[in-house]
């Protein structure tokens, strides 16, 4: 399997405030990555380097054999990145099938096909009920579900998670553990999470990176990263592994 | 495509549509003059209001000086008629060109270098400043003391040459405000549409949809800059003189956009709604000072302030959404 995104390197400061400390590391196509960490730990910085919001001081990130770092955030999407937030942010006053159809449009100029692809991803999302909606009635998984749905709807080759699981119930979690899991295997979608919920990256992710204070300090298979002991300290907790 | 225009419309919302077009058609056989000119202020109005939706109530870019657009718009057409004898309607691509080229100016000044929200409004404002002193020192088009077009007792309406009576106003007014309607109907079912609502929603969401949202942002201000200059030139044909301190004046500006506001910013009908409702009632209201012996100066700005703050208390969404949940029109045809 070839790379389908390259980190090497990345810094990024903010004044005195070392967010991301050369970090490095490669999503296989056809992956499921999970970067998780302590809070302040950079996740959030290195995912926002990735999807284009801030640019790296130094390194370099090429995807699809391409370097993309620096541009800007609608062309890096345009390449085939799609991302949600960590707070969402759905078009409030829209209806929750136009913020997918938006999404759709992306690679579909004509309304009607862009409106069908939209419905696909709704069914997909379990969102398909409530299209008519306005995004700012859903509930806070439903929001997140939304995240994805409208990321999902720009027919992207990877997917950048940013927490979706954060606030859902277990029984949620694993609906949303599947429906990725689904993705992943059925068209192949390559999908780089940060993740703070360890039920769900123990199910989902191949490999792991561990960051702390803006530094990666492990990589490898979940079951392996979680035993290392300098992941234990930093980040787990001792009674996390037993 | 005329099928697909009407899609989403329930059947309901058709069968008032095609009476009010109706009612509007046959005004200036039922009107006396004075209600035909109310009538051709009150489409103006709905007019110039459906334009600075495009920027506003779209694509979520508060525009405080389309003053601007229109007296570009006026000046440009009156100036080529005055000193060239070019018609109207040839002096209208120019003067769509012109506020077209001033609204690129503004948006790139604002969008390239990050002037958003209430920064971006002053700056609107700024221009439209620039823009009455500028005209009130340039001689060629009569600065301050103001630009005539000849005027002459015209046995019949000349179409070409914009010179007639109030009927033929009216009609190119109403034309003019029934192809505004439809061209934003359109565009709001369009990708374009869809991307100036993402963008009034929330930017960086749209941008990650991948979005160009400056390019999107500079369609809605070059837009809307050419539709309000349309309006520019009526309004120069129709009354015959522009004197900077009026056309330009921040006052125009705020008329301007009181109608949207008051029908519901974003919505096909607000527009419409606002500038029937506030025009009418101003209207109304002067006559029945008139009538009951008062002489108030400044009656109509007390009362549009009223209008404002009772629509702002009341139904924040302006009235035309609170309407067509009463009128059963909102909606999908299921």
């Known amino acids: 399997m070839t790379a389908l995104l390259a980190v090497d390197g990345v810094g990024k400061r903010f004044r005195g405030l070392l967010a991301v400390d050369n970090v490095s590391f490669r999503v296989a196509q056809g992956a499921i990555f999970a970067v998780i960490g302590p809070n302040g730990a950079g996740k959030t910085t290195l995912f926002n380097i990735i999807a284009g919001t801030f640019a790296p001081d130094r390194g370099s990130i090429a995807f699809a054999g391409e370097r993309i770092d620096g541009l800007a955030p609608d062309e890096i999407c345009r390449r085939g990145i799609g991302r949600t937030f960590q707070l969402v942010r759905p078009f409030p006053g829209l209806s929750v099938e136009d913020n997918v159809l938006i999404g759709a449009m992306l690679r579909r100029h004509d309304p009607t096909a862009a409106r069908r692809r939209a419905h696909e991803v709704l069914l997909r999302l379990d969102l398909f009920g409530k299209r008519h909606q306005p995004a700012s009635a859903l509930t806070l998984p439903d929001r997140k579900r939304l995240e994805v749905a409208r990321a999902l709807a720009t027919d992207p080759k990877l997917l950048l998670l940013d927490e979706v699981m954060a606030g859902l119930r277990p029984a949620e979690t694993d609906r949303m553990v599947s429906v990725l899991t689904e993705l992943n295997r059925g068209s192949g979608l390559t999908i780089l999470l940060i993740e703070h919920v360890m039920r769900a990256v123990m199910a989902l992710a191949g490999r792991v990176l561990v960051l702390h204070h803006g530094a990666a300090i492990a990589e490898g298979p979940p079951e392996a990263v979680v035993r290392e002991p300098a992941v234990v300290q930093s980040y787990l907790g001792a009674e996390a592994v037993e | ?334």
């Open chain 2, 1 to 334: 495509m005329i099928g697909r225009l009407f899609d989403e419309v329930p059947r309901r919302g058709l069968v008032l549509l095609a009476g009010l077009l109706v009612v509007l058609l046959a005004a200036p056989w039922i009107a006396n003059d004075y209600l035909l000119t109310v009538l051709i202020i009150v489409l103006y109005f709905a007019y110039t209001g459906q334009a600075w939706n495009v920027m506003m109530g779209f694509a979520g870019q508060l525009s405080l000086g389309h003053a601007i657009y229109v007296g570009l718009g006026g000046y440009a057409a009156a100036a080529l008629y005055v000193h060239f004898g070019i018609g109207p309607w040839l002096g209208l691509a120019a003067a769509i060109a012109i506020a077209m080229a001033c609204g690129a100016i503004i948006g790139f000044l604002a969008f390239r270098f990050g002037v958003g929200g209430v920064y971006f409004a002053i700056l609107t404002i700024a221009f439209a400043e620039f823009a009455r002193i500028g005209f009130d020192h340039f001689r060629w088009v009569g600065a301050s003391s103001g630009f005539f077009l000849p005027v002459a007792n015209y046995t019949r309406n000349d179409l070409w040459n914009l010179r007639g009576n109030p009927t033929m106003f009216y009609y190119v007014m109403l034309a003019l405000t029934i192809a505004a309607f439809a061209l934003c109907h359109v565009l709001l079912k369009s990708r374009v549409g869809y991307y100036w609502q993402a963008i009034r929603e929330d930017e960086v969401a749209a941008r990650s949809l991948g979005i160009d949202t400056f390019r999107y942002k500079m369609y809605a201000v070059v837009l809307s800059a050419g539709m309000t200059a349309v309006a520019g030139v009526f309004f120069a044909f129709y009354y015959n003189n522009l004197f900077p301190e009026q056309v330009f004046h921040i006052s125009r500006s705020i008329e301007l956009i009181l109608g949207p506001i008051i029908g519901g910013i974003g919505t096909l009908f607000g527009p419409l709604i606002g500038a029937f409702l506030l025009t009418g009632l101003s209207e109304a209201m002067q006559e029945l000072l008139t009538a009951l012996g008062f002489d108030a100066p400044g009656a109509k700005q007390v009362f549009y302030g009223l209008c404002l703050l009772a629509v702002v208390m009341a139904l924040p969404g302006g009235v035309w959404p609170w309407l067509a949940a009463k009128l059963g029109v909102n909606g999908r045809r299921s």
